[in-house]
């Protein structure tokens, strides 16, 4: 039996647009197919997606995110709708029902609709559905304007994880792995592959996304292995541009990161 048995996987705007700024169809359908065979192999996979505003720019043919929240929060609601039709087809395909949830943080600390939200989840588990998490922009702006440094879909899914007690947590971005530095802008970067404490060297050098779509970088990440490594479990961030590269992190092999502390 493998430790990666109930997983929560992450996938970044990065990942879900390409940089020219178009919807990664391939990539979605291989995200599709891997987490379906995942499925089907008897694992509990839940999803947890950005990119409703990055699809919706290229729905609207924007160049930019605009910095208006009202304008970002009616991309966010183009884009959600048109990336949830996207995977509902990626996914029938290999004949795997998909179910989406929008979630706000407030979830957190509300027991009632936290209650709710986890009978949700574990019904569709029960049921051998999918669940499709985003974090529901139109009514929260937390994320949007940046006020809080945790309010994130990186942070949304670590809560996600804990919540349901997965094994483990698995980001997909745009690189490879954790570096020494933001390998985008610093040649010399080399990546870290184990990582069983966030110390204050590794913070460091970690800094906000580059990519222009993505928001929260490397410190949002950081934050939530620091997170899920409290929580007793383990994280792996790996590159999206091959979702198939899962499949590599939940056989054991040294891709990407691995945080994992000692009791994790
Ligand atoms: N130490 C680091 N190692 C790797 N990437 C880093 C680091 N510091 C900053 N980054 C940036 O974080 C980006 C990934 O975050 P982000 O663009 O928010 O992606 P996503 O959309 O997948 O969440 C990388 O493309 C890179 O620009
Ligand atoms: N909820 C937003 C994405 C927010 C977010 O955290 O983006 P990313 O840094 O790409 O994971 C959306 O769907 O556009």
Redo the contacts with the bound molecule.
Sequence with gaps: MTDWQKIVI???????VTEEGRVNYPVINRLAQTLSTLQKEGHQVLLV????????LDQMDLPARPKEIPK?QA??AI??GY?MSTYHQSFAFYKQMVGQVLLTYDVFDNPAMLANTKNAIETLFAEHVIPII??N?VIAVD??DHQHSF??????AALVANEIQADGLIIL?DVDALYTANPNLDPTAQPIHRVKQITDEIRSSATG?T?G?????MS?KLAAADFTMAHHSKMALINGNDPANILQIISGEPIGTLFQGQKS
């Design positions: 992450k996938v970044g705007t990065s990942t879900i997606t950005s990119g409703a505003i990055g699809v919706a970002q991309l966010a884009g959600q990336l985003n974090e922009d994320e949007l309010g994130d879909n990186d942070r949304l971005s996304s990519s779509l993505g928001t929260g970088g949002t």
